[in-house]
């Protein structure tokens, strides 16, 4: 594979045939620094954290009121009060926006409402959801700096959220935009506590319900019965084990449960019930992050031997912040980078300067950035990774020339291919290794996808012109064959969508 070939494929999405090819393809890279929009036009016209979370709040309070009309039906007791509302719809006003209609034809059923309800608040957070799909989508096939894109896309995975949950459906994309891409070129640091501190991961990972035993709050609670709030270690473990230090890396169950109580406290405005909104009380608007000190643990914890005395929510960012610049940290990123861009065992050499780069310059990511494109070890010839859907249908897409897109479409498509945007189901992300994409089933959907794109070029598109534009002095001789060989241009441009060109990078 040429140098120019391994920048547009390997380090970016892919090349266009309107692309110029980059006479110096190191320098191409480093100049996309300069060129990188954090905020490119099609994301900034999406809708911001005030509309999708004041949309939740107001979902949240409208199932809070139908469910404590259902208490006293429970028991047998009609409540006059309120029921005759829903029948005429004066229910139906609840934080300044109007009920599903559905929910009005509940036939005042209390409990139909709460599930009606609950279906419109998920098809509302599913529209937002497929509009940022395709935004990203049409960032990733038109933005002028693919190679940080590719970052954007692999930090998003390294900090995953999973759009499974209700009330993280509608701010996945939201997460990516807010939390990820104004932090890709700039400090660990400066990105590991976006992370942690935006709404999706702290509703994704339960945080945001954690409460410390002693706390005010918790101490007050703690004994009624049927109770079962209190600390929850989920985002605590999943910063040590997947987003900083990994797994195995010398700290211990007390650890995790140390971080968990200092973290207590950090929580969202508006999107959170019971004794943990009134432990945030009422300030901040909804989907704002927020500490609130009456369900923070007090007292000074000490973690993996470091004793941490500082108050409130400086307690936990001071965690955050010795996490970001650890040792083991490090080598995590930089395995992490290396494997994704130079193979699925990353070449040791790799990974060690990409470790020096990350230390000496505590954590700032065009330092390690830099590091990786000056390194040998990723400009091997040899096709080094076979592409994850994601990266095969923007790929594909780039090469032919597409610069809108239909967002349900893209959605589809990832789904079909086995890897649906910001839903791998868990935090840990989806796997960044041939072995899981490279199944004989999840070829042969490639193939059919392969056959649909090539269906609606309309035989347009010559690919034995466009191969060399994709892959300058990089195309095999098997695949000119093939593609000399193909019955029409739609065969050959399919063939050419699944050549090993295509499918690895």
Known sequence: ??????????????????????????????????????????????????????????????????RAEMAPRRKGIVNTATAPMMEDGQASMIAGRPVAPDVEKADGNPKDAVQQARQFARQQGRGHYVDAVGARSVVALTGPAPFVERLVHFWANHFAVSADKLTVIGLAGLFEFEAIRPHVLGKFGEMLAAVERHPAMLLYLDQAQSIGPNSQIGSRVANRPNRKLGLNENLAREILELHTLGVRTGYSQADVTEFARAMTGWTVAGLTSGAVARGAGSKGEPGDFIFAERIHEPGARTIMGKSYAQAGERQAQAVLSDLAVHPATAAHIATKLARHFAGDVPP??????????????????????????????????????????????????????????????????????????????????????????????????????????????????????????????????????????????????????????????
């Not at 692309?19 to 994301?43: H, Y």
């Open 1 to 66: 594979m040429s140098q120019q070939s391994i920048a547009l494929n390997r380090f970016g999405l892919g090349g266009r045939p309107d692309d110029m090819l980059p006479d110096a393809p190191g320098k191409w890279l480093l100049m996309q620094f300069e060129k990188f929009e954090t905020k490119p036009a099609v994301i900034a016209a999406l809708p911001g954290r005030r509309q999708l979370a004041g949309e939740l709040a107001a979902y949240l309070a409208e199932t809070k009121q139908l």
């Open 348 to 505: 040791p050499a790799l990974v060690e300067r990409l470790k020096a780069a990350f230390l000496s310059s505590s954590g700032d990511l065009p330092t390690v950035y830099r590091a990786l494109i000056a390194s040998p070890e990723a400009w091997v010839e040899q096709s080094a990774k076979f592409k994850t859907p994601w990266d095969w249908s923007i790929s594909a897409m780039r090469a032919l020339g597409t610069k809108t897109v239909q967002p349900q479409a893209v959605t589809g498509l990832l789904s079909q291919l086995g890897q649906p945007i910001w839903r791998p189901g868990s935090p840990a992300g989806y796997d960044d290794i041939a072995g899981s994409w490279a199944g004989s089933d999840a070829v042969m959907r490639r193939v059919e996808a392969a056959e649909r794109f090539a269906a609606r070029s309309g035989g347009a598109i010559d690919a034995r012109a466009l191969a060399p534009k994709l892959f300058p002095a990089a195309v095999s001789q098997a695949t000119i064959q093939a593609l000399a060989r193909a019955e029409s241009p739609g065969q050959a441009l399919a063939l050419l969508l699944v050549a090993p060109e295509f499918m690895r990078r």
